[in-house]
């Protein structure tokens, strides 16, 4: 265990798996999540280490201590000796270290514990200030805050100058009048809905030529094991739209107490004409704000019904913790060259770097091994 000095007491690091959390580390963990807005996230939760460490054979917890006491948090998975990487790989939206703002340390701290050289992070948030100069790129995520009710939050929309919701429920109209028996379900546990909507992302996933993370069983567990979870507010929520008993949309969120988070989303192509994604996501709007959630955090990606949608922005983007080393240096190498390459008119050739550095580390984060 190494020491490091950040004012009147000295802040440690120890690193357990998330099986060997104590009730003392969760109850800490869970009070800084509702003591800071920013951390509010169910990535960013004891849940969320539990469920993925449950699959994840290289899960692990970086428990920062104050006078014997847990003060901060950093779930990692440790793939090799190198670098560590965000916990649940590909799946996990957002990345931050977990503790309150005047708690100070160096976060290269977590370097030793971990045995790595490197900390590489595919979309890490300002949730802590020490977050913010080693995030890398800003991606921003879109953001809906429906804390004060559906109808305060249509007002917002309104003097936004946003007539999405209007143009929406025009759709939604029609639908209704050219389609038997549409119905929209709010909070369903319809596992059979759950998995055709996996399979329709393995389908989109395919049609795209994106990776398909699903083929790791791993991963595959920690999607699946998440429908019937209920862990201290964590778990997953499920709103469907049907038409004469089909599927059309479904969609699926991460909550935290009330805090959602939209993961996976899709809809049937024969309903397409019909914008069903969009007429899904602003039922779920109003349907989560008259449940008393606050919430809905679409995640980053420019998509222009998220900022038609969003009330406000959550800084977050790429980025990496680390130490002088030729590890740091080569990333931090690559990181240069994107931003050069971005920064050129190129057209979208600008782009590839972004998206060499993304695909790459989507392989990386869906091993799991033992190193």
């Not at 100069?133 to 804390?147: A, E, F, L, R, T």
């Not at 004409?273 to 959630?293: C, H, K, R, V």
């Amino acid at each position: 265990m190494k020491w490091y000095k950040t004012g009147p007491l000295a802040v440690t690091a120890r690193c357990v798996s998330p099986d060997e959390l104590t009730s003392d580390d969760i109850n800490a963990w869970q009070n800084i999540l509702s003591e800071v807005p920013k951390l509010r996230s169910p990535y960013l939760s004891p849940g969320w280490a539990k469920l993925v460490g449950r699959s994840q054979s290289n899960a692990k917890v970086v428990i920062l201590e104050k006078n014997s006491q847990p003060v901060g948090f950093l779930p990692v998975q440790k793939n090799n000796n190198i670098a560590a990487m965000p916990l649940g790989g590909p799946i996990c939206d957002y990345q931050c270290f977990i503790a309150q703002n005047d708690t100070q340390f160096d976060p290269r701290m977590a370097l030793d514990v971990l045995g790595v050289k490197r900390i590489d992070f595919t979309n890490l948030t300002d949730g802590h200030a020490c977050c913010v100069p080693h995030i890398k790129s800003n991606d921003q995520g879109m953001v809906v805050d429906v804390s004060n009710g559906w109808e305060a939050y249509r007002e917002n929309r309104r003097e936004a100058g946003s007539n999405v919701l209007k143009r929406t429920r025009k759709k939604f109209r029609k639908m209704k009048a050219e389609c038997p028996d549409v119905k929209f379900e709010a909070f369903t546990h319809n596992r059979e809905d759950f998995e055709t909507l996996m399979q329709w992302k393995r389908d989109q996933w395919k049609r795209t030529q994106s990776i398909d993370v699903m083929t790791k069983p791993w991963i595959s567990q920690v999607i699946s094991d998440s429908f019937d979870v209920s862990d201290g507010g964590f778990g997953g929520e499920l709103f469907t739209l049907k038409a004469d008993g089909e599927l059309v949309a479904a969609l699926y969120a991460l909550k935290l107490d009330k805090v959602l988070h939209a993961w996976f989303v899709g809809y049937s192509r024969d309903y397409e004409a019909y914008s069903p994604g969009l007429i899904l996501f602003t039922e779920t709007l109003q349907a989560i704000a008259e449940a008393g959630y606050e919430l809905l955090d679409l995640g980053g990606g420019e998509y222009r019904f998220k900022n038609s949608l969003a009330t406000q922005t959550r800084i977050s983007g790429p980025g990496f913790v680390g130490s002088t080393n030729l590890a740091t240096f080569s990333r931090s190498l690559q990181y240069k060259m994107r931003s050069t390459i971005e920064a050129l008119p190129l057209g979208p050739a600008s782009d590839w770097p972004a998206k060499a550095m993304r695909r790459m580390d989507v392989w990386r984060g869906m091993k799991n091994t033992n190193a």
